[in-house]
């Protein structure tokens, strides 16, 4: 899923493409990606773009006359620019933006059609998509402290729920940990003020860092290869990889569609984390420390 520093350069770049453009058309080719009937899609054309907002995971195209497009691309959905005159992306584009200047095409890969978009008019209406998350960039230290003690759930839960924290998924909860030398598993009210001063630092380097380095491949084009899975990560997705920091394999917890990768080493004191299914699987054959896999 797009997560605060990809959601956050596609509103950038949309911004700069078509700011001040008018929508000639809105086509929905997937009745069921549209989640709302008022206003209607042909109310929105002939609107000219005037700003675009991230809100969470979720872009918002705000168009002439309050009316508001709010995209949310959940696992699989994605955002194709084409130019007037270019190729149409492969595949069969769930929904098209046409503009005087290019077509901006939403995708979804996959049979699970979870992606969507709703049409409403008016802040308040606008309002309902915020989930109340803390935004992580620009948040207080004590702010952020607030927050991560209001509720008592593991650090990877609090991270990545909505309610709590703005934009942050599984990818770079993943990375946030590592780079803040903390378990997944530890649990948010069992921090001192040195771990969550440790922890907020890291939170806003590593989502800062990445902006900035997606920005840079990017340039004055747009965002093609938005992935969870990014060549320089630490350890999402590196599961077996060796530790960039000490070079242990990186390690893993599986549960329902995702997984928390991890370094034992650096994160957890040398103990292996249980994996549900695999714990349960080998039962006391299962190694508490990662000396007895190395």
Known sequence: M????????YRERLLALLAGCALQALDIA???????????????????LREVRRIGKRLALGFEGDRWAVLHLMIAGRLKWRATGRRAP?????A?????????????????????????????????????GLEPLTASTAAFAERLRSERHTLKRSLTDPTLFSGIGNAYSDE?????????????????????????????AELAEWLERLRGEVGDGFPEEVTAFRPGMAVHGRYLEPCPACGTPIQRIRYAENETNYCARCQTGGRLLADRAMSRLL??????SIDDVE
């Not at 797009?2 to 350069?9: F, G, H, I, R, S």
């Not at 946030?176 to 806003?204: F, G, K, M, Y």
């Not at 039962?283 to 508490?288: A, I």
């Open 90 to 94: 492969a595949g069969r584009a769930q």
């Open 283 to 288: 039962k006391d054959d299962w190694p508490r």
């Open 2 to 9: 797009p997560e605060l520093p990809d959601v956050e350069l």
């Open 176 to 204: 946030i940990l590592h780079r803040a030398r903390l378990s997944p598993l530890q649990l948010s009210t069992n921090l001192d003020d040195a771990e969550i001063e440790r922890l907020h630092e890291a939170v806003r």
């Open 96 to 132: 098209r933006f046409r503009f005087p200047n290019g077509t901006l095409h939403f995708t979804e890969a996959g049979s699970q059609r979870r992606a969507s978009v709703h049409l409403v008019q008016g802040e308040a209406s606008l309002a309902r998509f915020d989930r109340g």
């Open 30 to 48: 997937n009745p069921f990606l549209l989640r709302s009937v008022t206003p209607s899609p042909a109310e929105l054309e002939g609107r000219v």
